[in-house]
């Protein structure tokens, strides 16, 4: 299967001390991409979903093995030279997802990087937006409703995730992340399969039947402790909350601080049936 091949500039281990890099597309990539939104992120002419073929599902399984083995670094390499301008990433800027930005950072800063934004992230989280354009000069894009929680919770006469959680994640954050997907053919996920049973069976590179994406998962193999050292070693800013009890932060009414020996997702929808947001389930 063929795939666009793309020209980077050399990158440094050094990312406070480098400036952004310009991709080169080839003419054919180039072309697809008609304008771009603010932030600089591309929006497609050409909105084609990838199409889950014999061929590509060969691939996936092909490319997974062989990246099972591969430091995280060689699998965004490999995802961006293979996908690139179509790979984007999610982030609620979770430790997992601030070391694959950091990455990024210096393998390939164009790659559009959003964040969905239900309006009801903790303030620590946003600020983390900034400290991110400060440290790298990306841009992250937030990605919101169509209405804001005012608005959302005057029709629905209350707040939803008090009620139906699940519906108040589909039409905050799921239905949000279809439309911004639009156009891609791959995505990072910043899952570790040692979080939970649920991603215990993640692979390297998998299919996302949900979105009909790619999904990448470079940290699929780490630790926490593989994470937290890259944070500490190499000074990737991160959330300040982690060091208030929260180990996995969404947004502020669903997410509570952990108590000694808990889970460290204990602490997201306590007290209901709920462990994920459907980003990373596949009912
Ligand atoms: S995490 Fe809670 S507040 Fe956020 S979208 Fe889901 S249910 Fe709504």
Redesign the pocket.
């Known amino acids: 299967m063929s795939h666009p091949a793309r020209a980077y500039s050399m990158n440094s281990t050094q990312v406070e001390s480098q400036p952004r890099l310009k991709v080169i597309y080839p003419d054919e990539t180039q072309s697809m991409v008609k304008a771009s939104t603010a932030n600089g992120q591309p929006v497609f002419s050409d909105n084609k979903q990838l199409e889950f073929t014999v061929e590509l599902q060969e691939e996936i399984k092909r490319e997974s093995e062989r990246l099972e083995t591969a430091t995280p670094q060689e699998i965004l390499r490999w995802a961006v030279e293979r996908f690139a301008p179509r790979f984007t990433m999610a982030t609620a800027f979770g430790p997992e997802g601030m070391c694959i930005l950091h990455m990024l950072a210096e393998i390939a800063p164009e790659t559009p990087i959003f964040n969905l934004d239900?309006g009801?992230q903790f303030k620590e989280t946003l600020e983390l937006r900034e400290r991110v354009r400060e440290r790298y000069g990306i841009e992250v894009e937030l990605k919101r409703p169509a209405l804001t929680v005012e608005q959302y919770e005057a029709v629905n006469g209350g707040?939803?995730?008090k009620t139906d959680?699940?519906r108040?994640?589909f039409?905050?954050?799921i239905r949000v992340l279809h439309e911004s997907v639009v156009g891609m053919h791959a995505w990072a996920s910043a899952i570790r399969r040692d979080q939970s049973s649920d991603r215990a069976k993640a692979a390297i590179v998998g299919w996302d039947k949900k979105f009909q994406l790619v999904k990448v998962s470079p940290l699929a193999n780490w630790t926490k402790k593989d994470v937290w050292k890259m944070i500490v070693d190499e000074q990737v800013p991160y959330n300040p909350l982690h060091d208030q009890g929260y180990p996995s932060i969404?947004?502020?009414?669903?997410?509570r601080a952990v108590l000694f020996g808990e889970d460290e997702r204990a602490g997201?929808?306590s007290g209901v049936a709920k462990t994920e947001?459907g980003l990373h389930t596949q009912d």
């Open positions: 239900t009801y707040p939803v995730y959680p699940d108040c994640c039409e905050r954050k969404g947004c502020w009414p669903c997410t997201r929808w947001c």
